[in-house]
């Protein structure tokens, strides 16, 4: 669904007054009905809905990791990133994790509206909206979690991946997915819980499995299911690389990282779809999940 689609059928609003917008096409902005407040519209394509625009910039610029990882580069680069992500290989998410995103993807509908929170580069399912603090490649709406620029009630699912670790206060995060979901709406939530500090620019928390099914429980979603999502040797085989990157000479580290991501990838992360199937896993698992869904109305 394109912002303008969102915009016709009111659910894009002001992220400050949550009043409706209007799409001015002539002048690239979206405006209130009573011309109180305007927002840009970035080549035409991307609204930027943030309360402090000149902050947003601010902090999306901030961090190289998420620059490298969202903005285009050239032949060479792209080629070793991906040898890179090759190489790590896959996280082995467990089965249950998998089955919980796919249960979020039932029963769409034509004019569903399926909200990706910090979402982009990659679009995990067609149907989700990308939303980011910045206006990196495939992102749809520039917002901040903090204050979605969405009407209460409006929004069918929400997907969050690697995403409250990053933010300030998450509990009003998760306030605000509560407000904007329809009555029986979901959101699936994966968070870090045993992985090594990665800031975009900023890593505020990670989250056990106790922490994670609380911090939705808290805010009135009921839990239809939740556990590890990516397993313990992956945690393992994380945390030791960022070892050998952050405390040892280059030319030490490095050799020994590659070494040890080979022998992660060929050796110790497969090891995760025997550990996930323990009763445990979640105690030394890299990752945890969450799949709620909101009961009852906003107040």
């Known amino acids: 669904m394109n912002f303008i689609e969102q915009i016709e059928s009111g659910r894009l609003v002001s992220p400050v007054s949550r009043k409706r917008l209007i799409y001015d096409k002539e002048y690239?902005?979206?405006?209130?009905?009573?011309?109180?407040?305007?927002?840009?519209?970035?080549?035409?394509?991307v609204p930027i809905l943030v309360i402090d625009p000149e902050w947003a910039a601010k902090y999306s610029e901030s961090s190289s990791q998420m620059l490298s990882e969202y903005i285009p580069e050239n032949?060479?680069?792209?080629?070793?990133?991906?040898?890179v992500i090759a190489l790590r290989g896959k996280d082995y998410r467990s089965s249950s994790s998998v089955e919980a995103f796919n249960n979020l993807f039932r029963n769409i509908k034509v004019d569903s509206l399926y909200l990706s929170i910090g979402g982009g580069p990659q679009r995990p399912h067609s149907a989700l909206v990308n939303l980011n603090i910045g206006p990196f490649p495939n992102v749809d709406v520039v917002a901040d979690a903090h204050n979605l620029?969405?009407?209460?009630?409006?929004?069918?699912?929400?997907?969050?991946?690697?995403?409250?670790?990053h933010l300030q206060e998450p509990r009003k995060a998760i306030a605000e997915m509560w407000r904007v979901l329809k009555p029986e709406g979901k959101v699936y939530a994966i968070t870090p819980f045993l992985?090594?500090?990665?800031?975009?620019?900023?890593?505020?928390?990670?989250?056990?499995?106790?922490?994670?099914?609380?911090?939705?429980?808290?805010?009135?979603?009921?839990?239809?299911?939740?556990?590890?999502?990516?397993?313990?040797m992956n945690a393992?085989?994380?945390?030791?690389?960022?070892?050998?990157?952050?405390?040892?000479?280059?030319?030490?580290?490095?050799?020994?990282?590659?070494?040890?991501?080979l022998a992660g990838v060929v050796f110790l992360k497969p090891?995760?779809?025997?550990?996930?199937?323990?009763?445990?896993?979640?105690?030394?698992a890299a990752t945890t999940y969450v799949l709620a869904k909101k009961t009852g109305r906003n107040a």
């Open 28 to 45: 690239s902005r979206l405006r209130t009905l009573d011309n109180s407040e305007s927002y840009t519209v970035l080549n035409g394509e």
């Open 75 to 83: 032949a060479l680069k792209t080629l070793l990133r991906r040898w």
């Open 149 to 165: 620029p969405y009407a209460d009630e409006i929004v069918d699912a929400i997907y969050c991946e690697a995403v409250l670790e």
């Open 195 to 232: 992985q090594a500090y990665h800031g975009y620019p900023y890593h505020f928390q990670n989250y056990t499995l106790t922490g994670h099914v609380y911090a939705f429980e808290s805010n009135g979603f009921e839990i239809i299911a939740s556990g590890p999502c990516v397993g313990p």
């Open 236 to 261: 393992v085989v994380g945390i030791f690389s960022t070892f050998l990157k952050e405390y040892l000479p280059k030319f030490i580290g490095a050799p020994l990282r590659f070494l040890w991501e």
């Open 271 to 284: 090891l995760d779809k025997i550990l996930l199937s323990r009763a445990n896993a979640y105690s030394l």
